[in-house]
Each structure stands twice: as C-alpha cells, then as structure tokens.
C-alpha cells in the first residue's frame, strides 16, 4: 500500500511499522504513480540527500578561477588566477599550498556564509587540480617569475601587494593590473617587493653606480645588468672574482637588488652553492637571477649544470623520495658567481660567463657599509627608471640592430640585444661585440692555462690545415711546447698512449675551436706509409665552414 509520508509503496512489515506511526496509508488502493510523480519522488529524494562539502566547494570555486595553466616547464603543477581584495592574483593548486585553501576558504565563508575544515578544501583543492591535469584541453604555458618577455612586450613584477606591473612595448611604459589578459605571473617567498622606478632620472645613474661599486669594464657590466632583464632568452652569467676586500659579496648582492630583490639587506640576496642536481633545481625554481658566493671551484658537473640553466636545460626530479617515480622540469634562469679565485676550466661555461675582476680597495678608498646603502637607496628607483627607458627603445631598434650584424657570438641573443642595449645608452654601432668577444677571449686564456690542448695542437699544425703524425712524435712535440710556454704540464697525458683519452675529454674545446682529431692504426708498411707498423697514428684537421670558404672565395 502507498505510504503518502514515507512517500512509497510499503509492504509487510514496513506496512505495520508506517501504521503504528499513525502514516497516511492508501487503504483503500485509489492511488495510482504516475512519471510525474516518479520524477517528483526523485528529485525530492535528492534534494534531502546532504551534499558532499567538497563536491559544493569544487563547484563554487570552479567559476572563480579566471585563468588555469599546467606549467609549460614542470606539467605537473597548476596555476590559477583568482581574485582577492579587489585585485588578481595567482595561486598554486596544491593541497600542501596554504595559500590556495586560505583563498577557498574566506571566499566560500563570505559568499557562502558557511564554514569549512582546512582538510575539506584541501581535498577540493587536490580534485580541482587532477581535473586541470587530466583535460587535455587544459592550456599549457609559461609560468613567469619577476619578468616576461612575450610578443614584443616586456613585464616587470614589482612585488606590489595589489598585484600591479610594469608593461614595456616600444611606444610606452605603464603601471597596469595583473589579470587573466597579463603573462601568468607566481610569487614565492623569494620575491621581494621592488622600488618604484622613476622614469624621470636625473643625470647618469647607471655611471654613479658602476663608479660606487668600482666595476671593472664597466661599459660591459651595464649592458649586461640591462640584459638581464629580458626573458625567455639566454644570457651569461655573471662572474665576480677578486681577493678579500674586494666589495664582490656587496656587488654581487646590489647587482641582484636591482633585478629581483629577494629581501631589503645584502645578506638577503646572495646563497651558497647547493650540493647535486635536485638542491640546485630547488633552489633555482624560487627566483628569476640567483646570486651565488664563495664558490672556489668549478668541477665538470657544476659547470654543466650551470650551462643547462643558462641556455634552458631539462632536469630530472623525483616526484618523492619513498618511490622511483622521475619527472622533468626545464629552467631557464639568469645566474651570477662570485669568488676568490675561482677557475672555469670548460670551455661550455667559459663561453657563456662574462668575468669581472674587482681589485681589493685601498684603505683610503674604503666606504663604510651605510655610506654604500644609503647611496644605493638613493639611486635605485632613477637606475631601474633608466634601465626600463634604455628597454623600451631596444625593443623599438632591435629588428634593425639584427639586420646589422652577421657575425654573432656562440650566445647569439646576447650579442644582437647586448648591441642593441649599447646603442640605446648613447654608443657607436658594432663597438659592443669588441667588448664582449675580448672578453671571452681572456676566458679562454684562463682555460688554456688549465689545459693547454689548442695552443699545443697549433703549434703542431704551424700553418698546415691538416697533419698526420705518429702518437710518439705528437707526444714530443707537445709535451715541449707546453714546457717552453709554461702551461700547467700536469693536466697533460703522462704518456703517448694517454693522448686518446685527453683528446676525448676536451672534444667541447676542440670543437668550439674547429679542430679535428682521429686515430687509427698504422697497417701498412714503414717504406709506404713512412710510420712504424702497428703504431698509433693521429690526424689533425683544422675544419673550414663551408659558409666560411665561400665568404673567404667571395672576398667577404
């Protein structure tokens, strides 16, 4: 029978119960279900169901996040662009995030008027984010830090609480809002807030600078501080080296302040080296340009580590530490080193670290740490209005200045912009890649004192293109060179038969500078081939481009 309380056909027991109860039974069998009354029934039964809080939270947020992006670098992160205060902001999805369910929180409290356990937005949180991850429309992009260069058009992230940056095309600059139309900016606790610039400086601040910091090439070192503010492309990094009392902690810690300012006092901005791969991702994840001091040495694996960050590399992380699961991660970061006497002695990183040596400061000469602060305070905000004037008209003459020139260097974005920026400061066409490639040359010297392979093979080729000479023979040849030039003879082979091996570890050198080396094993006899039968012979080829072979046949 039809129990109208209970809303359904009741039997047996049931039917007993719902009589007891005093229910409005059909007794008499005069009411017919009909589909409307079957989907009435049910969405009744629905309606009195208690909703699950996460299912409500997932939905109240799902439309309040403007913008969502799975990082372009690491896909397994993603980023949302909300609202808070009356401005836009950019959150982390991650239920370890204290951010993200602070957000969800507050927001679903004031909207909602109901309040819910940090464990339940966490768990709205984590869905939100799975569902982002396994879309396959969802949009992957680039995630910024501090700077974007995108589309012609420069932001800078000052750090503003109200979330306001700096956009730089070629005809203005302006302070505009963040928003789901702005590149997809993230904070992390390394991103301190920046002064205001001034677009109107007074007189040359980045000249009062370089002169309080005594810089060694200074015309370079601007340049290459303006450089540093262009995303998204390569640029070497930064080489401070000098004694004690020198000043490299405090420039190196001003020269950050500048770019991306991780806190208001020196010690803020500058970090040891960390050890292996997964720290130095760590630490290079939390800022746009790290500094680091004290380094005193440079083994093979750092300096690579170093290049891949420079020119954009991928890294191998562990997505935890109890399983084997791996993801990779790419980063492109602008870096600055500084040390005593630190020797970069591969030819990767030689060729894309500018050094600047700084010269102890004589004890008349000497400033006290408030005089430096107070003069760096004082110029910051006509340096940075400078630098951002200087950025805006490189971006209205860098298609003509790459017209300009041919000829670039191995890091070739550095050199079209690097002349770019110098022409913009006031400077002659074509002088800056004088300044840059000199400097790299005195690298390379410093490299060839740790191993002297190119200036021994020269020696053995003279003016010949290509020779073929017995291991022995080469052996002698370079062994004595390197004796009458005073190269270090202890990163030399101790013996013909270890020539293969030193050949093999400084392949990098041998081709930055077009010089090929193969082995083989003499078979033929004494009288034909002119080497003793059996032995070790080597070729050595100075390799001519054929680009190079045509400009040398057209005159060019």
Avoid at 489 to 508: D, E, I, V
Wanted: net charge neutral; hydrophobic share 35%.
């Amino acid at each position: 029978m039809w129990c109208f309380n209970c809303k359904i056909d009741q039997k047996l027991d049931q039917l007993i119960l719902c009589k007891e109860l005093g229910h409005d039974i059909d007794s008499e069998g005069l009411f017919t279900i009909t589909n409307y009354d079957v989907n009435k029934m049910k969405e009744t039964t629905e309606e009195s169901k208690p909703k699950n809080p996460v299912t409500i939270l997932a939905k109240f947020a799902t439309p309040l996040m403007t913008k969502i992006i799975v990082s372009q670098s690491d896909n397994t992160r993603v980023f949302v662009v909300v609202k808070m205060n009356n401005h836009f902001e950019t959150i982390e999805l991650d239920k370890k995030n204290p951010k993200a369910y602070d957000w969800l929180r507050v927001t679903a409290f004031d909207t909602l008027k109901q309040m819910y356990s940090e464990e339940t937005c966490g768990n709205a949180i984590g869905f939100l984010r799975a569902k982002a991850l396994m879309k396959e429309e969802s949009k992957r992009d680039e995630i910024h830090l501090r700077v974007a260069y995108v589309n012609g058009e420069i932001y800078y992230d000052l750090g503003r609480p109200d979330w306001k940056i700096i956009k730089i095309t070629r005809d203005e600059i302006t302070l505009i809002d963040y928003s789901k139309d702005t590149p997809m900016f993230i904070r992390t606790p390394k991103i301190a807030q920046q002064v205001e610039p001034n677009f109107r400086p007074e007189g040359n601040p980045l000249d009062e600078y370089v002169k309080i910091c005594r810089m060694s090439n200074p015309e370079l070192y601007k340049v290459h501080l303006i450089s540093m503010f262009l995303a998204g492309m390569p640029m070497p990094a930064m080489g401070m080296r000098g004694h004690a009392g020198a000043s490299k902690s405090t420039t190196s810690s001003l020269t950050k302040r500048i770019i991306d300012p991780s806190g208001i006092k020196n010690e803020d901005n500058l970090k040891s080296f960390p050890h292996g791969e997964d720290n130095f991702v760590t630490s290079l994840y939390s800022s746009y340009f790290s500094g680091f001091e004290n380094i005193s040495y440079i083994d093979v694996e750092t300096s690579n580590m170093i290049c891949r960050a420079i020119t954009g590399g991928s890294f191998e992380k562990r997505a935890q530490y109890t399983n084997g699961d791996v993801y990779a991660i790419s980063l492109m970061r602008k870096i600055l080193i500084n040390g005593v006497d630190f020797t970069i002695s591969q030819s990767d990183l030689a060729d894309r670290t500018i050094i600047y040596e700084l010269e102890r400061i004589l004890e008349d000469h000497r400033k006290t740490d408030k005089f430096i602060e107070d003069a760096f305070q004082r110029l910051l905000p006509d340096l940075l209005g400078q630098i951002f004037l200087t950025l805006q008209k490189v971006l209205g003459t860098i298609n003509e200045v790459e017209k300009q020139n041919r000829i670039l260097p191995r890091m070739a974005s550095f050199g079209i912009y690097g002349e770019a920026i110098y022409q913009a400061l006031g400077h002659k066409q074509g002088k800056f890649l004088e300044l840059y490639n000199d400097s790299i040359k005195k690298n390379l010297e410093n490299l060839y004192d740790s191993n002297p392979i190119i200036p021994c093979l020269e020696y053995v080729l003279g003016d010949e293109n290509e020779r073929t000479i017995q291991a022995e023979n080469l052996y002698k040849q370079i062994t004595g060179f390197a004796t009458s030039e005073g190269y270090t003879t202890s990163k030399l082979p101790k013996a013909p038969n270890g020539l293969h091996n030193w050949f093999m570890r400084s392949k990098t050198l041998l081709d930055d500078n077009n010089i090929k080396v193969t082995k083989e094993i003499n078979k033929q006899s004494k009288a034909v081939s002119g080497f003793t039968p059996n032995a070790t012979i080597y070729n050595i080829k100075r390799i001519v481009s054929t680009q190079t072979a045509l400009d040398n046949e057209l005159g060019l």
